[in-house]
């Protein structure tokens, strides 16, 4: 007999209006049918409920801050089998200029989300993190993170991720919860909002603005697309080992001035656009991503080349002009839509 209303499983996804998170539901809404997915989102400048519009209908959708325990407590006890928490401030250039409000969002609104998941019984809580809480990598090397790296974090942001991490693994050795958790590389794809070098590139040469490269652009990232990232965290939740670990990379080393050009040629626009500023603090010079335990152990494979996945998202961002117009309006009005300087 179904447990939940007609559904057999109830899964509760933190900040499912967000960029990954809103991919995940409409993921787990496809793959799963049978599942109740219950949102909670406090709707920032990362969550868009716009996002998840053609499936607000079937699912259970919540707007408030995970630090409101109050409103979090009826969820829980109406019973969850699943946690996946997406929910942080993600943003490094952000972390910098407001440390606390990453501590409030990354730390402690994952303390409650553990202790309320501990108190009433769910079968496994699932913490989404980055492959940032290791640090960086020398430029030239052939090495990558894996799940044993020592964690190395050098901003705010991974700093309060590195702690969050610490925690559920504090919740697994201490009172026994079920968790896993997934460091991934940096994500692009559909609904991701410009704070990130993929978007931001994207809407600068759809809008012939320039294209503004920290220092000198050789600054390397592990590119993951979306779907298969959604993939992953599907593997780990239903399948992963309690208490472990997991590395989710796409395998697609590149640096932001291959970015620059590869979205140039995509859009026919002339590479004058690229422009190169001062290079922010604290910026890590690679990333990359080993997956090898998750493919070995789960069958994890990227199935997205960079090519295709950034096909994908010029394309999806060139269909959905409203929506980012709608973002920028709601927050700012970012460099690359104001004039240029003379």
């Not at 200029?97 to 998941?117: G, H, K, M, Q, Y």
């Not at 026919?268 to 001062?278: G, I, Y």
């Not at 999806?316 to 003379?342: I, R, S």
């Amino acid at each position: 007999m179904p447990r939940y209303n007609g559904y057999m499983t109830k899964l509760l996804i933190t900040g499912g209006a967000g960029f990954i998170g809103s991919n995940f539901v409409h993921y787990i809404r496809q793959k799963y049918p049978d599942y109740k997915i219950v949102v909670v989102d406090k709707l920032n400048q990362q969550g868009n409920k716009e996002n998840l519009k053609s499936v607000l209908g079937d699912i259970e959708f919540h707007e408030f801050d995970l630090v409101e325990e109050d409103k979090l407590v009826p969820i829980f006890k109406d019973g969850l089998d699943y946690v996946v928490h997406f929910a942080a401030e993600t943003n490094v250039d952000r972390s910098i200029e407001d440390p606390d409000n990453f501590v409030n969002s990354n730390v402690l609104a994952t303390n409650i989300l553990l202790r309320l998941s501990r108190d009433h019984g769910v079968n496994r809580y699932h913490h989404v993190s980055t492959d940032e809480v290791f640090g960086s990598l020398e430029l030239e090397s052939n090495a990558k993170f894996s799940e044993t790296t020592p964690y190395d974090p050098r901003s705010p942001y991974s700093a309060t991720k590195a702690a969050s991490d610490h925690l559920v693994r504090s919740y697994f050795h201490t009172y026994g919860l079920n968790v896993t958790i997934s460091n991934c590389s940096n994500n692009y794809g559909p609904y991701q909002v410009p704070e990130n070098i993929v978007p931001v590139f994207t809407l600068m040469a759809l809008n012939d603005k320039s294209l503004t490269i920290y220092g000198d652009g050789k600054s390397v990232r592990d590119y993951l697309f979306v779907e298969d990232h959604c993939r992953a965290i599907d593997l780990i939740l239903h399948n992963g080992k309690q208490g472990e670990t997991y590395c989710v990379g796409g395998g697609q080393e590149q640096n932001s001035i291959e970015i620059a050009d590869k979205i140039l040629q995509i859009t026919e626009k002339p590479e004058s656009l690229k422009t190169f500023v001062k290079d922010r603090p604290g910026h890590d010079r690679r990333y990359a991503i080993d997956h090898t335990k998750l493919s070995q152990e789960l069958g994890y494979q990227p199935s997205v080349t960079f090519e295709e996945g950034l096909q994908k998202t010029i394309d999806w961002y060139k269909n959905n002009e409203a929506w980012w117009e709608g973002y920028m309006k709601k927050f700012y009005v970012p460099k690359f839509l104001q004039e240029d300087d003379e």
